[in-house]
């Protein structure tokens, strides 16, 4: 109808700026709860950081406005997860989507045996990714390559898992906590648990409980947003929260605003600029003696 587009386009410029935490359901890809938000949200511009499997709920980190600008330089470098591992199949996957390859008896795998086969995954290890990763090999995602009928050999490769801890057990069933850094598979320490124990295991349960600084407590459900459609973190509070902190007088917070550079303040790391009034100005990163801005935020 005449006029439509000018109501929409008043509508996203009054969307503000900032990231929404959401609570990923299972069977939604990354890509299908940007899609969601971008509906509820009113603007195109929004993107993710952090994929989760489409099987996988828990928390995704989503950008809006200027908040996007944040996504590439958010410290999501260590990442905490609930799971469930179930043992006696190896599938495909190493989860529960994949074809069963093997089968065995895990009736007679002791509570010890586990233990210690979850100690030798705790540390820093070597780990070979699951065969349908999203990694790229030769330029192609090892996922679309095993689709396409390939053999995929993805090397290994050192992750940290600081906790690989058992909750519960269920049978042959192993509800755990794991902590570890960005590029681990928790998939992958299913699948090395059970060959570990000689029964096969893969993953059929896994929720992201946290990301970086951002943790399940942040986080809203798709139905949350829709009844109620507001950011988790203004741009300037996520600023705040997600880098270490520099607070500017008038005339430094002038200089960076015109994208010039700051005299540096012995600051590791790339770090959060704030105006006299609390506006986070730019991400600036220090090199020699001046800071240069990574992301100017609030332009002149």
Same mark, same amino acid.
């Given at each position: 109808?005449?006029?439509?587009?000018?109501?929409?386009?008043?509508?996203?410029?009054?969307?503000?700026?900032?990231?929404?935490?959401?609570?990923?359901?299972?069977?939604?890809?990354?890509?299908?709860?940007?899609?969601?938000?971008?509906?509820?949200? !009113?603007?195109?511009?929004?993107?993710?950081?952090?994929?989760?499997?489409?099987?996988?709920?828990?928390?995704?980190?989503?950008?809006?406005? %200027?908040? *996007?600008?944040?996504?590439?330089?958010? @410290?999501?470098?260590?990442?905490?997860?609930?799971? *469930?591992?179930?043992?006696?199949?190896?599938?495909? *996957?190493?989860?529960?989507?994949?074809?069963?390859?093997? *089968?065995?008896?895990?009736?007679?795998?002791?509570?010890?045996?586990?233990?210690?086969?979850?100690?030798?995954?705790?540390?820093?290890?070597?780990?070979?990714?699951?065969?349908?990763?999203?990694?790229? #090999?030769?330029?192609? %995602?090892?996922?679309?390559?095993?689709?396409?009928?390939?053999?995929?050999?993805?090397?290994?490769?050192?992750?940290?898992?600081?906790?690989?801890?058992? +909750?519960?057990? %269920?049978?042959?069933?192993?509800?755990?906590?794991?902590?570890?850094?960005?590029?681990?598979?928790?998939?992958?320490?299913?699948?090395?648990?059970?060959? @570990?124990?000689?029964? !096969?295991?893969?993953?059929?349960?896994?929720?992201?409980?946290?990301?970086?600084?951002?943790?399940?407590?942040?986080?809203?459900?798709?139905?949350? +947003?829709?009844?109620?459609?507001?950011?988790?973190?203004?741009?300037?509070?996520?600023?705040?929260?997600?880098?270490?902190?520099?607070? +500017?007088?008038?005339?430094?917070?002038?200089? #960076?605003?015109?994208?010039?550079?700051?005299?540096?303040?012995?600051?590791?790391?790339?770090?959060?600029?704030? @105006?006299?009034?609390?506006?986070?100005?730019?991400?600036?990163?220090?090199?020699?003696?001046?800071?240069?801005?990574?992301?100017?935020?609030?332009?002149?």
């Amino acid at each position: 109808m005449p006029g439509d587009g000018q109501e929409e386009s008043l509508h996203v410029n009054a969307v503000p700026s900032g990231l929404v935490v959401v609570d990923k359901p299972a069977g939604l890809t990354s890509h299908d709860v940007v899609a969601r938000l971008r509906r509820i949200l !009113g603007t195109r511009k929004i993107g993710h950081a952090g994929t989760l499997d489409p099987m996988a709920t828990g928390v995704l980190v989503c950008g809006v406005g %200027r908040g *996007t600008k944040l996504l590439g330089h958010l @410290a999501l470098d260590t990442k905490a997860y609930t799971a *469930t591992v179930h043992l006696g199949a190896a599938t495909t *996957t190493d989860d529960a989507e994949g074809e069963i390859v093997s *089968t065995a008896d895990a009736g007679a795998v002791d509570d010890a045996a586990i233990a210690a086969g979850m100690a030798a995954l705790t540390g820093a290890i070597e780990q070979v990714p699951s065969s349908v990763s999203a990694i790229k #090999i030769d330029g192609k %995602r090892a996922y679309a390559r095993v689709r396409a009928g390939e053999e995929v050999v993805i090397p290994a490769r050192p992750v940290t898992v600081s906790q690989f801890r058992l +909750l519960a057990r %269920r049978g042959d069933d192993l509800d755990v906590v794991v902590d570890c850094s960005s590029g681990t598979y928790v998939r992958a320490l299913a699948r090395d648990l059970g060959a @570990a124990l000689g029964v !096969g295991g893969h993953l059929t349960a896994l929720r992201r409980t946290r990301v970086g600084p951002f943790t399940v407590e942040h986080a809203r459900t798709l139905e949350q +947003l829709e009844s109620a459609p507001e950011l988790t973190l203004p741009l300037d509070q996520a600023v705040g929260v997600a880098f270490p902190r520099r607070d +500017l007088d008038a005339a430094l917070a002038a200089d #960076i605003a015109h994208g010039r550079p700051l005299p540096a303040a012995g600051m590791d790391g790339t770090y959060g600029v704030f @105006a006299p009034d609390g506006r986070a100005l730019a991400l600036v990163s220090e090199r020699g003696e001046l800071a240069r801005p990574v992301v100017v935020l609030a332009p002149a």
